[in-house]
């Protein structure tokens, strides 16, 4: 059964910190993606990695950074946690190929900043 | 720049009843579209797809519809039922293997008993 893990359901961290958020699949997929979902906006992307140690910013990356080094994992960074990236952040993995086409999503993390 | 568009943000239908949700494009280079379904704290669960050689896909319940001149796509939920209420993304992708899904803003059905 395909699974996508993502390390915490709901993270509360103070402006300023340094914040990590981790996803892990299982699925051997080479792309891996990074969305955030707000009300009235859906789903936007912030960096998407599509191999180990490549990564491309999505239509949202400032204030974020992103890390891939291991194939089953990609973690996203808020370098300085800022009240507006307070939200619900969803990983997803999906495998290349004409076949590959739909992405599997975590459970979602959602990472409140006060 | 919106590439992905659902006009509807909230649609209320009556258990039993056909549920449309519907999804506009302007990406011409978009040639295969997703459905998903997203229950509050839980990421979303791929429901139905469509490639864009095709004009209907159907699974079950759900059917979708595209109509390419138009750029538009619809959802059809036949019979609806409770458990369906739920929020409702459509999402496409250029058919090259890594290439992102783009997202629509989403419409919340409710399902009334």
């Known amino acids: 059964d395909v699974k996508v893990t993502q390390s915490s359901r709901y993270l509360v961290k103070r402006t300023g910190e340094k914040v990590f958020l981790e996803c892990v699949q299982d699925m051997d997929h080479e792309n891996m993606f990074w969305y955030r979902q707000d009300p009235g906006l859906g789903l936007r992307l912030i960096y998407f990695?599509?191999?180990?140690?490549?990564?491309e910013k999505g239509d949202i990356p400032e204030g974020y950074s992103v890390s891939r080094e291991k194939k089953e994992r990609f973690s996203l960074i808020l370098e300085s946690a800022s009240t507006n990236q307070t939200s619900m952040y969803l990983c997803a993995s999906r495998g290349t190929g004409l076949g590959y086409t739909e992405a599997f999503f975590g459970q979602g993390t959602r990472l409140t900043v006060v | 720049d919106q590439q992905v568009k659902q006009n509807s943000p909230s649609l209320s239908v009556q258990e039993g009843r056909i549920s449309i949700l519907n999804c506009d494009y302007t990406n011409s280079m978009f040639d295969y579209f997703l459905w998903y379904k997203k229950y509050p704290a839980e990421g979303p669960t791929f429901l139905i797809s469509?490639?864009?050689?095709?004009d209907k896909n159907e699974d079950g319940r759900f059917t979708v519809f595209l109509n390419k001149s138009a750029k538009h796509l619809s959802l059809h939920i036949v019979p609806s039922q409770p458990g369906d209420s739920a929020v409702y993304f459509c999402?496409?992708?250029?058919?090259?293997?890594?290439?992102?899904?783009?997202f629509g803003t989403g419409t919340r059905l409710t399902i009334i008993p």
């Open positions: 469509i490639s864009s050689i095709k």
């Open positions: 990695s599509y191999d180990v140690k490549m990564k």
């Open positions: 999402a496409a992708k250029r058919n090259f293997g890594n290439e992102k899904l783009t």
